[in-house]
Nanobody
Framework: QVQLVESGGGLVHPGGSLRLSCAAS????????MGWYRQAPGKQRELVAH???????NYETSVKDRFTISRDGPKNTVFLQMNSLNPEDTAVYYC?????????????WGQGTQVTVSS
């Protein structure tokens, strides 16, 4: 069973930066895709960014020029560098991983890490 463990959330001032990390355990195979979703209070969970084992990336429009996703494929570890944070980025960020190209009910999820952007 694959397990995802996130770290790196916290409180940051507007304009600041944070780096999230997520490590997968329980498998020796390289997961097809790993990424990050977020859910703000009263809103649906949304994709922030994801990266395939081939290095292909996809970003939510509002973060495209501020966030960078990267991955250590052999170690099934994914990182999210978040710069120029603003209050609208406040949410619980969830690590996601899957074996195939499309989201399914079999996707793996982390427990979530809180990111709060506030002055």
């Amino acid at each position: 069973q694959v397990q995802l463990v996130e770290s790196g959330g916290g409180l940051v001032h507007p304009g600041g930066s944070l780096r999230l990390s997520c490590a997968a355990s329980g498998t020796n195979r390289s997961l097809y895709a790993m990424g990050w979703y977020r859910q703000a209070p009263g809103k649906q969970r949304e994709l922030v960014a994801h990266i395939t084992r081939g290095g292909g990336t996809n970003y939510e429009t509002s973060v495209k020029d501020r966030f960078t996703i990267s991955r250590d494929g052999p170690k099934n570890t994914v990182f999210l560098q978040m710069n120029s944070l603003n209050p609208e980025d406040t949410a619980v960020y969830y690590c996601n991983a899957r074996w195939g190209p499309r989201p399914t009910e079999s996707d793996y999820w982390g427990q979530g890490t809180q990111v709060t952007v506030s002055s």
